[in-house]
């Protein structure tokens, strides 16, 4: 069987420091794909670290062909810095990246910012030998876990097998940018990726996990690199395009009727609902009435719980109070 190679990719930081990022390599030995699983670009997104080892343990067990390399901690100085970027402060929008957003320096850069740097040394100790990508991220609880992928070629049939509930198309980037994100730079030159976003970030569960797991090792079989079935979810997969007609046919948004605190009935994104189950309820702050919230359609929790912008960096915005009009709960219908 084969076995798992710990290699390290260096780079040298504007100040002279050194940032050793460690991956794992492993080759079956027989021809076929290069696959890459890459997790943490962003400090706060954990899941797809798990996830990464666990992938190593089945990869070592039942990798037949190609070669997998295994990256769980690419950015470890957001990861160290315990935040999306190594720029943020506390409380500090995720927007505010300074240049130091790294899915947006790739292929990186040797003299750049101190992210261009590390993305560089990931690309050339990892990335450019790779064919395949699995970019595993995390965003708030608020939001179902989802693949992003372009809705064409490789990357479309990747999201199809991946076993995650939502699929959102997104287009592709212009590929003569001096840098973009991993994606765009293996579906620009047509080597194939998708983005998975675990939900949430900060913390480590076990179904998420699982989730991030099972996406990679449907890839591996898709690719031939591993034997078996494709395990697919149970019920259909939720696709749209972000941000087109589809979408706004099909997703409802359900709004606070008043103001008041908003209690959820123990959803959670992803779950399927029918036409007037019970979302949660509102304690009203003026008359302490209960005002029960129901789903509008059937359909798939894309989004759950009341919320705010910024919410994946401080804690005010995640506060269940709710203004008249807020958004409580996104159904997207099926059809």
């Known amino acids: 069987m084969p076995e798992a190679v710990l290699d390290h990719a260096r780079a040298t930081l504007t100040d002279g420091s050194e940032v050793i990022t460690p991956f794992w390599h492993i080759d079956s030995g027989r021809e076929g794909e290069a696959l890459l699983v890459i997790a943490a670009q962003h400090g706060n997104e954990v899941q797809g670290c798990?996830?990464?080892?666990?992938?190593?343990?089945?990869?070592?067990?039942?990798?037949?062909?190609g070669e997998v390399w295994l990256v769980p901690f690419a950015n470890l100085p957001a990861v160290r810095h315990r935040r999306s970027h190594i720029s943020l402060g506390p409380e500090q929008p995720y927007g505010d990246d300074e240049g130091h957003n790294m899915n947006?320096?790739?292929?990186?850069?040797?003299?750049?910012?101190?992210?261009?740097?590390?993305?560089?040394?990931?690309?050339?100790?990892?990335?450019?030998?790779?064919?395949?990508?699995?970019?595993?991220?995390?965003?708030?609880?608020?939001?179902?876990?989802?693949?992003?992928?372009?809705?064409?070629?490789?990357?479309?049939?990747?999201?199809?097998?991946?076993?995650?509930?939502?699929?959102?198309?997104?287009?592709?980037?212009?590929?003569?940018?001096?840098?973009t994100t991993i994606g765009a730079l293996f579906n620009n030159s047509g080597r194939g990726a998708i983005t998975?976003?675990?939900?949430?970030?900060?913390?480590?569960?076990?179904?998420?996990v699982a989730l991030g797991l099972r996406a990679a090792t449907n890839l591996a079989k898709l690719?031939?690199?591993?034997?078996?079935?494709?395990?697919?979810?149970?019920?259909?997969?939720?696709?749209?395009?972000r941000h087109s007609e589809d979408e706004e046919r099909r997703m409802h948004e359900v709004t606070a009727p008043c103001?008041?605190?908003?209690?959820?009935?123990?959803?959670?994104?992803?779950?399927?609902?029918?036409?007037?189950?019970l979302l949660g309820h509102i304690l009203r702050d003026d008359t302490l009435e209960t005002v029960e919230i129901a789903a509008?359609?059937?359909?798939?929790?894309?989004?759950?719980?009341?919320?705010?912008?910024?919410?994946?960096v401080a804690l005010p915005p995640q506060h269940p109070y709710a203004d008249e009009g807020d958004v409580l709960a996104t159904v997207m219908a099926v059809s």
């Open 50 to 65: 798990e996830a990464i080892r666990r992938f190593r343990a089945v990869c070592e067990e039942q990798l037949v062909a």
């Open 104 to 179: 947006r320096t790739w292929p990186g850069r040797a003299d750049g910012n101190d992210t261009e740097r590390v993305a560089y040394s990931v690309h050339e100790a990892v990335v450019r030998h790779c064919s395949r990508c699995l970019d595993l991220h995390s965003w708030s609880r608020f939001t179902a876990t989802a693949a992003l992928a372009r809705e064409e070629g490789l990357s479309q049939e990747m999201a199809r097998v991946s076993g995650i509930r939502f699929i959102q198309w997104r287009p592709g980037t212009a590929p003569d940018a001096e840098f």
């Open 196 to 208: 998975i976003e675990l939900a949430p970030q900060w913390v480590i569960r076990e179904k998420e």
């Open 223 to 241: 690719f031939g690199m591993i034997e078996g079935e494709i395990e697919q979810l149970d019920g259909p997969y939720v696709e749209f395009g």
């Open 259 to 277: 103001s008041g605190l908003f209690v959820e009935a123990g959803l959670e994104t992803s779950d399927h609902v029918t036409e007037g189950q």
């Open 296 to 312: 509008p359609v059937d359909g798939w929790l894309w989004g759950y719980g009341c919320h705010r912008e910024n919410c994946d």
